[in-house]
């Protein structure tokens, strides 16, 4: 396999199987690094400021190197798609703004990197969609803007454990749907799907078909609200665990 094929992946010979071995195996991956990550949190909340930003910046950076070799090799092999490689898949846009938050030192809105690195990658984990596996730059780079993406997000969270507020939760709502309302404008105008608005994926629906029934923005509505207020939820219980008890130290 040359280099071209390796990121443009027209030969498709280790095909993706949706929750086939590799796709189990990379949420194994997630799963057992939360396990690593929440058994030492109390070690990386009591780490000192230099190397916490050493850790988040490495991520921020491996992050970037990810998005920039995708856009750069696209161009470079012709191969950039308008109906699907645009920044405006809501795990692009997550990605976006964690580099920003940790490179340019934006602690205040740490916070809502712990609620996005769930809500933007949360789907494509669940329901993994691409062509070929291991020989594909294109498998790589899902996994980085994705599992390694979440793996970064909780990882951070525990390095810089925050509450999270109901007027946090309003705000991030609030610009959601204003991203919402700009993409069903613009899908409706370049006859596109970023975000699902149009419509689900029709390897979700032949695995979930009563999905068919519902409108795909209700479905991204109450899915959002309810993975918003569930991780608001368990991030404050960690977060006053790990405050008291490095306040008690």
């Known amino acids: ?78 191969n950039f798609n308008f109906n699907t490689m645009l920044p405006f898949h809501l795990c692009y846009i997550s990605n976006y703004f964690y580099i920003y938050t940790i490179l340019f030192n934006k602690e205040k809105l740490f916070k809502y990197n712990y609620l996005l690195c769930f809500l933007g990658p949360i789907a494509a984990i669940i329901f993994f969609d691409v062509p070929s596996v291991l020989e594909s730059f294109n498998f790589y780079s899902y996994v980085i803007c994705h599992h390694i993406f979440l793996i970064g997000g909780i990882l951070t969270f525990y390095l810089y454990p925050k509450h999270i507020y109901k007027k946090d939760l309003l705000k991030l709502f609030f610009i959601l749907n204003i991203y919402f309302i700009f993409m069903i404008i613009f899908n409706y105008l370049f006859k596109t799907n970023y975000c699902f608005s149009n419509s689900i994926p029709k390897f979700i629906l032949d695995l979930l078909p009563f999905l068919k029934n519902i409108h795909p923005i209700i479905i991204l509505e109450i899915t959002g609200i309810i993975l918003i207020c569930g991780l608001a939820l368990f991030w404050n219980k960690q977060a006053n665990n790990l405050l008291k008890r490095r306040n008690m130290l």
């Open 1 to 78: 396999m040359n280099l071209k094929e390796f990121f443009i992946d027209e030969k498709i010979t280790i095909p993706f199987k949706l929750f086939g071995k590799t796709h189990l195996f990379l949420i194994l991956i997630i799963i057992i690094s939360f396990i690593i990550i929440y058994h030492n949190r109390f070690k990386l909340t009591n780490l000192n400021i230099k190397t916490k930003k050493i850790i988040t910046k490495l991520i921020a950076l491996f992050l970037l190197l990810n998005m920039i070799i995708l856009y750069i090799s696209a161009l470079y092999y012709h």
